[in-house]
């Protein structure tokens, strides 16, 4: 079981760093261009189905400087109990530049992004607004 749990850690980050080679300093986790639009998705294995969706670019900038400011661990080096269930997807609708696609674990907000496991507490960020 912690093999396979292992496997999905490292293999999440794998597949997330491979698709955004451009950004690869973790002081900046999320890239640099201005989102439009997250949609916020309850189940990371049937997506296209949000649960939230923020277009109001002041709350979109708070949510990536949260991520970004937040303290990080290198994704090997944490044990889960199970993957992540969610997944946030950032996307830019006016310009057609790159979706990011974010895991998110929805019972306590955090993420994996690129290499890394994210202490963001995004669930409780996310209900203050």
């Known amino acids: 079981m912690w093999k396979l749990l292992i496997i999905l850690i490292l293999g999440t980050g794998s597949i997330l760093s491979c698709s955004n080679k451009e950004n690869s300093d973790p002081s900046s986790l999320l890239v640099e261009q201005a989102f439009s639009q997250l949609e916020i ?5 049937n997506p296209g189905n949000p649960i939230i969706t923020v277009d109001n670019p002041d709350v979109l900038k708070k949510i990536v400087d949260k991520i970004n400011a937040s303290d990080r661990k290198g994704a090997a080096q944490v044990a889960l109990e199970k993957g992540p269930e969610g997944l946030l997807i950032f996307k830019n609708v006016t310009s057609g530049a790159q ?19 994210i202490d963001c507490e995004l669930n409780n960020f996310l209900n203050e607004k």
């Open 99 to 117: 979706t990011i696609e974010v895991p998110y674990f929805p019972e306590s907000g955090d993420v994996l992004y690129k290499e890394y496991f």
């Open 41 to 45: 998705d309850s189940d990371i294995h």
